[in-house]
């Protein structure tokens, strides 16, 4: 399981027994992993600094715990096209999670025992605040792009009648820059075929005879190109939607085709730039996404690209990481290397608040061995604890749950100092 309890108990040697007999009876029904928890001497202050710290610190707690599970979620948009490699870039000091957890030290570098405790979470509230504030800058610039990028992918969605045709027709398939002729684009319906090729020249008037050819179909029809004369483009439209056959309002414009397959191509670009260059992959329905796409087939000019076509099928892509998945493995960790800081403080703050000085608290860490054994452990726990607090202890123990030695409470319960940590809100 990816859950673990963090509790605390005074150091003196009865409760030291308390402790062992914990570990003894946890071990024998399988309830649960311990391990101790080494957290440092620190400076006490006063009273009321410690009381304030401990309001404080709950909201730091679940600020930072809030934040991680944002950036783990960053982490899984980044890496849309390889999400099983999402935990492998989840860690914390190079390690997984839960290894960081049971192995925790604290970092005497980053953050001085000897300072007083306010400077300690001074600190700690300042880095998550920098982390935070960074992350929404450099997620911000993250959707901006990709709701760029879904626009113009959106433009390539649909068949022959909706989606653009830019990246289908080329300069040659036009009549450009004449007085009197132009190129229309007509789109026939698959059925009908034979009879476009017979009766396209005798819709109209001044229809270039021989001048239709198919260049693009899709799985409902084709995409034909017509040339006649400009003056009666508006007749041949008439006659041609009586037959069913659709004109698709567009003229080649050369510059503006340019612009928007270069637009298409920078935002690629940066996407794979800024964000994974090794898994990068558009959103589903793009024309871009093999699995998703409408295939429309260019006909006539074979090194035309066919819409449909990936980019890593017209490009070899290199491997490596981008700027944002690196960003954001580096602040995880130092956030979640944070938060688990926060709460070894916490367990001090409330220890030495609840038992008092001088300072002498043991910290455990359970891992419970699986979901279904949480209640028995805690049961487990309030017994061997329960000379905390005898009065409400005496209240709350019901004496129908036997272990051995021990009387149990079915009763959610904490005579001790208590802390929970939960990863699989991160899986």
Known sequence: M?????ISAPGDQENLQALERMNTVTAKSNLSYNTKFSIPDFK???????????????????????????????????????????PENLLANGVDLPSFVTHFEWDMAKYPAKQPLVSVV???????????????????????????LENLEKKSMGNLLTRTLSDIVSKEDFVLGSEYLVTLLVIVPKPSYAQWQKTYESLSDMVVPRSTKLIAEDNEGGLFTVTLFRKVIEDFKTKAKENKFTVREFYYDEKEI???????????????QQYQTSCVALKKGSSTFPDHKVKVTPLGNPARPAA??????????????????RWLKVNFSEAFIAWIHIKALRVFVESVLRYGLPVNFQAVLLQ?????????????????????????????LDASVEIP?????????????YFHIDLSLLD
């Open 44 to 86: 006490v202050g006063t009273l009321d600094s410690l009381v304030g710290l401990s309001d404080e610190l709950g909201k730091l707690d679940t600020f930072a715990e809030s934040l991680i599970k944002k950036m783990a979620q960053s982490v899984v948009e980044v890496m849309e096209d390889a999400k099983g490699k999402v």
């Open 368 to 396: 419970p061995h699986k979901k279904s054994s949480t209640k028995r452990l805690r049961e487990v726990l309030n017994s061997v604890f329960r000379h905390l607090d005898q009065v409400a202890a005496a209240s709350i």
């Open 122 to 148: 001074d600190t700690l509230a300042k880095q998550l605040a920098q982390i935070e504030t960074d992350l929404k800058s450099r997620t911000a610039a993250y959707n901006t792009l990709k709701t760029n």
């Open 258 to 272: 340019k612009r928007e397959r270069e637009e298409m191509s920078r935002l690629l670009s940066d996407k794979k």
């Open 2 to 6: 990816s859950e673990f309890w963090l």
């Open 308 to 325: 449909g076509q990936t980019d890593r099928e017209r490009e070899s892509e290199g491997e490596g990481e981008g700027p944002l998945l």
């Open 405 to 417: 030695g021990l009387q149990l409470s079915t009763q959610d319960y904490f005579p001790y100092v």
